[in-house]
Each structure stands twice: as C-alpha cells, then as structure tokens.
C-alpha cells in the first residue's frame, strides 16, 4: 500500500495559481498510474488529470490548458499546477495511485491508494 500525503491547497481569488503536491511513500513510485481527482461538496469524486507511468498526460475537458501534472520520481513527489483557477475549481483535491496501468485510469475505481485530501477554494 502507497501512502500518499498532499499538499498546497489554499483560498485564492479566480484568475489565480496553486500548485498542489502529493508525497507518496512508494520507492518504486515511477512504476505507478498516479492521478488527481477532486470532489465538490454534494457532487461525486470526478477525474482532473492522469499521469500514465512517466509517459503519457490526460485531462479531463474542464481543465485542459489551465492545469498541469508533473512527477518528480527522484522526490517521489506528483504536482498539480493550477492556472487561470475558477470558482467552479472549488473541491477537495485527492491523489491517487495504481501499480502500473489502470484499465480505465479515468474512473476513482481503478486506483487502489488515496491521499486524505486537499481543500481549494477559488473566490469570485
């Protein structure tokens, strides 16, 4: 099991940055599917982005050109760069982990290993 610990949540105005962190325990973290997901109160977890062992990026549609993931497998440490933020951004963010390639790395189903959660609120 992966535990999994982030960071850099925060209140911020829209139009601003975060850059959320997620620590993971794993020394073979560069052989994970590792993802953001986050949930708004009264709405279900929803998918934000995947990074596909060290290779490939998704995003969901909502975020595309505005966040960014990254690894730093030496750091054992994922990111989440978030620009041009929007009330709508407004969720607790998770991260999640799964050895190797989760069939449907779209779906909280396929992962295996969440962290407790980081809170983002953008004002308007």
């Known amino acids: 099991q992966v535990q999994l610990v982030e960071s850099g949540g925060g209140l911020v105005q829209a139009g601003g940055s975060l850059r959320l962190s997620c620590a993971a325990s794993?020394?073979?973290?560069?052989?994970?599917?590792m993802a953001w997901f986050r949930q708004a109160p009264g709405e279900e977890r929803e998918f934000v982005a995947a990074l596909i062992l060290t290779k490939s990026t998704y995003y969901a549609d909502s975020v595309k050109g505005r966040f960014t993931i990254s690894r730093d497998n030496a750091q054992n440490t994922m990111y989440l760069q978030m620009n041009s933020l929007k009330p709508e951004d407004t969720a607790v963010y998770y991260c999640?982990?799964?050895?190797?390639?989760?069939?449907?790395?779209?779906?909280?189903?396929?992962?295996?290993?969440w962290g407790q959660g980081t809170q983002v609120t953008v004002s308007s």
């Open positions: 999640a982990a799964k050895k190797n390639y989760p069939s449907m790395f779209g779906s909280p189903n396929a992962y295996d290993d």
């Open positions: 794993e020394r073979t973290f560069s052989t994970y599917t």
